[in-house]
């Protein structure tokens, strides 16, 4: 099938969420894809964070086919070895007591929020349910995380939206003001997305933790997109130096498979018992081997290899005509451009080149084990394409 009938076929049957960019994207190789008529693009997209190893990598295909050759699902109501191996890997790497496996990321801070409620119910009683957030956050589509997404536009058509839901400015000032004696948890993403690339000062991170264990209030870290490796550390959280209570991720856990984790650090440990909360496919089991096998990799040496990428292209980025401040944190970068961001990533991609946008600005995601001359033509095209 031709890439003019997929589109034909996309637009007449699925429901137009999406405002698609003009590719089909077909194969590849780590982080080079090809589309269905062999055009060659250099990917600084990953799926959105999520190929972690890019496309292709044969030791997380070998894990995942091994899997596969055993058996694709079991459900919740027997044990897996995967689910089990992959828990155990997460709470050693991290010091989180227990996991929850979702899909997603959305489901995946769903049950961050169920538990923080939880959480302060077993304690308190009833009445002391208020979430903060951050304006300008990205939690995701469902109705509770659409709620706990601090941007307005978000928060239109599908009224009402959840009830205890408030928005802060991303400073420990913001945070302690919109807190109140109702408040059980504030949950915010380390560096914001969705919302432009945007990392949060450590001073003020420290400053949120220290009033939140002061007040019993959760602190719970929205890791889908920073987690596993994405930053340069584990997980995000490390570089900034603190203690979360949940830390939710997805995106690149499983290396391009649906899922996501819910970690409970100790004051959490316990709140979740039987029956309390649920997933048919959640913790898959196909879907937990292919995460052992990213996990496994993500040490120390790959890790810091992420740290040196970063400065390099941080480096580069900078010095390009046009560009008025590079963001972020390891492999997730946001360029503040002159030009329109959407018309600069259609142009790279044009070009051979995936870039992601995120707000007015561009927003790279490239997978953490890109090579440097992969690096250098997509940083080539780039320097092309706003430049001029
Ligand atoms: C992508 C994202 C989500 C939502 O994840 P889905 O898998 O699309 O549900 C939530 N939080 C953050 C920070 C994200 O980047």
């Known amino acids: 099938m031709s890439f003019t009938e997929t589109k034909k076929l996309d637009e007449k049957y699925i429901a137009g969420t999406y405002k698609r960019f003009e590719t089909e ?11 269905e008529d062999g055009k060659k693009y250099i990917d600084f997209g990953s799926g959105i964070a999520v190929n972690s190893f890019g496309v292709n990598d044969q030791i997380w295909k070998d894990a995942v086919i091994a899997q596969l050759n055993k058996v694709q699902h079991a459900s919740n109501l027997y044990y897996t070895r995967p689910q089990a191996e992959l828990a155990k890997l997460l709470c050693e790497r991290t010091g989180a007591k227990k996991v929850f496996f979702s899909n997603s990321g959305a489901e995946a801070n769903e049950c961050a929020i169920k538990a923080a409620r939880k959480y302060s119910f077993d304690k308190y009683g ?25 941007q307005d536009a978000m928060h239109k058509y599908f009224m009402p939206f959840l009830d205890g839901f408030f928005y802060a400015e991303p400073t420990y000032e913001g945070v302690r003001k919109v807190c109140s004696k109702k408040t059980c948890a504030v949950m915010l993403e380390l560096v914001q997305g969705e919302g432009g690339v945007r990392p949060l000062e450590i001073e003020q991170v420290k400053e949120i933790e220290l009033f939140c264990k002061k007040n019993d209030i959760l602190l719970i870290i929205d890791e889908v997109q920073t987690g596993n490796g994405r930053t340069g550390k584990l997980y995000a959280f490390e570089y900034y130096g603190i203690q979360p209570d949940i830390v939710s991720t997805a995106k690149g856990l499983a290396g391009g498979l649906p899922l996501g984790a819910t970690m409970l650090f100790e004051k959490c440990e316990k709140v979740l018992g039987a029956g309390d909360h649920g997933s048919t496919f959640g913790g898959n089991p196909v879907a937990c081997a292919g995460a052992i096998s990213i996990l496994k990799r993500l040490d120390k040496e790959l890790l810091l290899e992420v740290q040196g990428k970063s400065a390099y292209m941080f480096t580069h980025l900078g010095r390009i005509k046009n560009v008025i401040k590079v963001t972020g944190l390891g492999l997730m970068l946001g360029l503040e451009i002159t030009k ?46 706003i430049s001029e």
């Open 126 to 150: 009833e009445g002391r349910y208020e979430i903060v957030t951050l304006k300008n956050s990205f939690h995701g589509r469902t109705m509770a995380t659409l709620t706990a997404t601090g």
């Open 25 to 35: 994207i077909f194969e590849g190789q780590g982080a080079t894809l090809y589309s």
């Open 340 to 385: 329109n961001a959407r018309e600069v990533a259609e142009e790279c991609l044009r070009r051979g080149l995936i870039v992601l946008t995120a707000k007015d600005k561009i927003r790279l995601l490239p997978p953490l084990t890109i090579k440097k001359d992969e690096i250098d033509t997509g940083l080539k095209i780039l320097n092309e394409v």
